[in-house]
């Protein structure tokens, strides 16, 4: 399995999107105390602030190009070799999660790699070792979930679906309307290019209720198996996470939150544009 991907304009990188959201199954039984977890804990876990670690063991290019919210990156190919011997003694867990009795959650590289890597962290000493089984697939698909995805990612994704012309790839700022322009003296420069601008504010309330049934959003992207990559500011702005789970809620089954959104994108080197998208 190929691991997570995005929508490219290619049929080849398409099946990689395909194969990103394709449940990462597998037919191993469970081996020593590993514990499995599923979507509504882990969900809840997450959404509670639980004090645990989840694990993404794929490779760094599919966990870049979208992953679980709060997932740490750890590829397989680091803790064990082909050979299942431990890789430099499990340093790269180690070195990660020093504390052996706390709670790590291992999700999927493909065809039982997360309980490869969860029985590895119990040959290490960790006494609180769980897998979540479908990881991704589950997560952004199934369940209807969004994932977070990192700069080289991202990048990829818009140099590859710019311009967005096929109707089933948006790039969406929540950031007020003088942000998104440059207008703002406080905030020149404008957006990310190809980005359109839907205000957080003509989506939810304050308090997160949806405006006018998500009709600003529905509008604009009819398809609910639309690639939605939202954005606001930096990793601490908020509007960008009310943007991707008001997504989820009014149905879209492929959406993105890049986190680092328009402070990372400059910070990268790369432009703004002024003005309004045609």
């Avoid at 690639?227 to 993105?256: D, H, M, R």
Wanted: overall charge negative.
């Amino acid at each position: 399995m190929n691991g997570n991907g995005f929508a490219w304009k290619s049929a080849v990188v398409g099946l990689v999107l395909l194969g990103a959201l394709a449940r990462c199954g597998s037919d191993a039984e469970e081996g020593g105390t590993v514990q499995e977890v599923t979507y509504e804990e882990l969900k809840a876990s997450i959404d509670a602030g639980e004090d645990f670690v989840l694990i993404d063991v794929r490779t760094p290019a599919d966990w870049a190009a979208g992953h679980i919210q709060n997932a740490i990156n750890i590829p397989l190919d680091t803790l064990v070799d082909k050979n299942g011997a431990l890789v430099g003694g499990g340093k790269a867990l180690t070195d990660a999660v020093s504390d052996k009795g706390r709670k790590i959650v291992a999700y999927c590289f493909g065809y039982g790699n997360y309980l490869t890597f969860a029985e590895a962290a119990l040959e290490l000493g960790y006494s609180k070792v769980y897998r979540y089984e479908w990881g991704t697939g589950e997560w952004a698909d199934s369940r209807h979930d969004y994932l977070v995805i990192e700069y080289a990612g991202f990048k990829a994704w818009l140099d590859a679906s710019t311009p967005f012309e096929s109707g089933k790839d948006y790039l969406i700022d929540v950031l007020p309307v003088e942000w998104y322009t440059g207008d703002d003296p406080a905030h020149p420069g404008g957006h990310i290019p190809g980005a359109i601008n839907i205000p957080i504010e003509l989506i939810a309330t304050s308090d997160g209720a949806l405006v006018d049934g998500g009709k600003a959003l529905t509008e604009v992207v009819k398809a609910k198996d639309a690639t939605l990559v939202i954005y606001c500011g930096n990793p601490a702005c908020g509007k960008s996470l009310v943007g991707v789970k008001k997504a989820v809620e009014l149905g879209y089954t492929k959406v993105f939150r890049y986190q680092g959104g328009w402070q990372e994108w400059q910070d990268e080197g790369n432009a703004l544009t002024p003005g309004t998208e045609p």
